[in-house]
């Protein structure tokens, strides 16, 4: 209780930190405020319905094709060394990261599921803001702009040993499940089957609140959260191939259906990434 204390303080005086830097021209004043309604509105007119998305043959067409790639044939080239598989970086893409739909139905457990959870935003230490040297933060693992922690964690439980199947919210700060709703809920249709949806394990589910960034970063915020989520989102499935499981991430769901099974209004705070894990074929 006392860090979470510690941690409003924080938030409290970088507030007043940087109201005071933009009354003085100091880091904020430097740049032109621009409206921060405009990610909202960016991520508002990209929401996904089923129904709305699929463009037919003809229209998929008429779309240009584009090179997979980019590269610059004038310019002087250096070959890398060859990486060996048994180098811990080399070793870690070569194993168990190719991330597939592709689940067995077996139940995972309670111990994967914290390890996962603890590599994609656990906190690892407590240190000083960045800004504001007068209270400790606590850092979680994507330190980024991740102290002021614009992603939420959910889990929505369905074979995971040693845990009632439920919907959850992750508490980085204690390293815990909060029961939201508890009994069998399904998976809502995504990009997947419903075999898919069927054999995995657990969805994560990443929300984003772009309100805890658009008061220092304007309309960057939007983009600053988007990132926060793709740096969660890579340590869930490393997570998940260090530990021998399938993970398959999807931006492709119904925004709306995801906001009623989280209980959120989808603007303040919304839906952004959907990982599916378990144990593969």
Known sequence: MFKIYKYI??????????????????????????????????????????????????????????APYKSYRSAKEIKLPEL??????????????????????????????????????????????????????????????????????YVLASNVSGLEQGLYHYSFLKHSLELINAG????????????????????????GIPGRFSWVYDARSWR????AAGAISQNIHLACGALGLNSFATASFDDDVYSRLLGIDGKDEAALLLHLIGNGQ
């Open 224 to 227: 600053y959260m988007y990132m």
């Open 9 to 66: 303080s924080f938030i409290l005086l970088f507030s007043l930190c940087v109201a005071s830097c933009a009354d003085k021209k100091g880091f904020t004043g430097r740049f032109k405020r621009r409206d921060p309604e405009i990610g909202r509105e960016f991520h508002e007119k990209t929401k996904m319905a089923w129904g709305t998305v699929a463009k037919t043959a003809s229209e998929l067409i008429d779309y240009p094709p584009q």
């Open 84 to 153: 060996e598989t048994e180098d811990s970086v080399a070793g870690i893409f070569t194993k168990n990261i190719f991330p597939l739909p592709d689940f067995s139905g077996e139940s995972i457990t309670l111990n994967q599921l914290s390890r996962i959870l603890f590599s994609a935003d656990g906190i690892v230490k407590e240190g000083s803001g960045r800004d504001v040297r007068t209270a400790p933060v606590p850092l979680p693992q994507t330190d980024s702009f991740s102290f002021m922690h614009p992603v939420e964690i």
């Open 184 to 207: 069998h809920i399904e998976i809502p249709n995504c990009c997947f089957g419903p075999e898919v949806l069927k054999n995995c394990s657990a969805l994560i589910i990443l929300t």
